[in-house]
């Protein structure tokens, strides 16, 4: 997962090592280096600018410690600013009563089989999911999500032979929600299509009416790169998605489209599928993947130990070394 990106980081910070000081001439290579190697990896322009913009200030700005290479400074500020951008902290689901979840995305995307997968991390949650199927165009994806289920002990809603309104089954489909008891989170896969069109947002505009979901996912394929960011920002803006579920990963994907998604949508990214099988879903940390990304969570931990060791034995001679050496938060699944 992100293998060229973390080779071209780790190409970028090694111009840095050896040196005695940061400067604005010597980090300048290293800066436009990082550039590139962000917008190879498919993350969106004004984004990587940013991202660069800030690093390279902050990193001009920071005293180096006596204990730490300038090149590990850098790596480190380069961490703190892409957990920000990833979103800083684990964002849990809604599953207030009633607990639907709404998951949309594009076909190809593996939106069926991260509903299984979803259904399996709720249960083992010791939640009480259920599976209700509105896709009603792709072949064989009705009985796809039915098989799922029962391999999972998960019930399922089947809507009838030869329905073809996913409106009607949706309201059906709650109907036998209501039947599956009070505590259930049930689950809605929707049909998706090769690209986005007024007839699919249309569609999920009224399926979405009738479900009201507390939470609305899409299901995003990391490996389309800024499609991906684009799909996401047109559904966003026309149904209100509130958090993404990013697939894919374990593949070739170049990482780009899960560092601008949540910058570009506003929406957090929940999950992250690394396989195909059905527990092959993974809660989304922030400051994991940002780790994950640099390859090198071993120097964040360096530069984070010594800053503890400097304003244990020199507080007064390094009043910004706390604040500016450990934005790190460690994050909890919460909600």
């Given amino acids: 997962m992100f293998s060229a990106l973390t080779e071209r980081l780790e190409d970028a910070f090694k111009k840095l090592r050896g040196l005695g000081r940061i400067s604005e001439s010597n980090i300048a290579d290293a800066m436009r280096d990082i550039r590139m190697a962000l917008l190879e990896a498919d993350v969106e322009f004004n984004i990587a600018r940013d991202l660069v ?49 709404l998951v949309v995305g594009l ?45 999972l002990g998960v019930p399922v809603y089947e809507p009838e032979a030869g329905m073809s309104d996913p409106v009607k089954a949706a309201e059906q489909g709650l109907k036998w929600v209501g039947q599956q008891g009070p ?69 070739d994907a170049r990482g780009g489209a899960v560092v601008s998604m949540r910058q570009v949508t506003g929406c957090p990214v929940k999950f992250m599928g690394v396989g195909e099988k059905v527990d092959q879903l993974e809660v989304f ?32 001679a390094w009043p910004s070394a706390s604040k500016a050496l450990n934005s790190t938060s460690t994050t909890t699944w919460a909600r």
């Avoid at 380069?78 to 207030?96: Q, Y």
């Avoid at 940002?290 to 060791?309: C, N, P, T």
């Fill in 183 to 251: 505590d259930v989170v049930a689950i809605f896969d929707t049909a998706g299509r090769q690209e986005v069109d007024e007839a699919l947002i249309g569609e999920l505009k009224k399926v979405r009416a009738v479900v009201q979901p507390g939470e609305t996912l899409l299901v995003a394929d990391a490996a389309t790169g800024q499609q991906a960011v684009a799909v996401a920002d047109t559904f966003h803006k026309a149904i209100g998605v509130t958090g993404l579920i990013m697939t894919k990963l374990d593949g």
């Fill in 53 to 101: 913009e800030t690093v390279r200030i902050a990193a001009l700005g920071e005293e180096v410690l006596r204990t730490v290479q300038p090149g590990q400074q850098i790596v480190k500020i380069f961490h703190d600013e892409l957990v920000k951008l990833l979103g800083s902290e684990a964002t849990g689901l809604n599953l207030e009563p009633p607990a639907r979840i």
């Fill in 107 to 151: 076909n190809g995307a593996g939106k069926t089989t991260t509903c299984g997968k979803l259904a399996n991390w709720l249960k083992k949650q010791g939640k009480k999911p259920v599976l209700v199927a509105l896709d009603l165009y792709r072949p064989a994806a009705v009985k796809q999500l039915a098989v799922l289920g029962q391999s």
């Fill in 285 to 316: 940390y922030p400051d994991r993947m940002a780790q994950r990304i640099l390859g090198m969570g071993d120097v964040v931990s360096l530069v984070e130990k010594a800053a503890e060791e400097i304003d244990e034995k020199r507080p007064s």
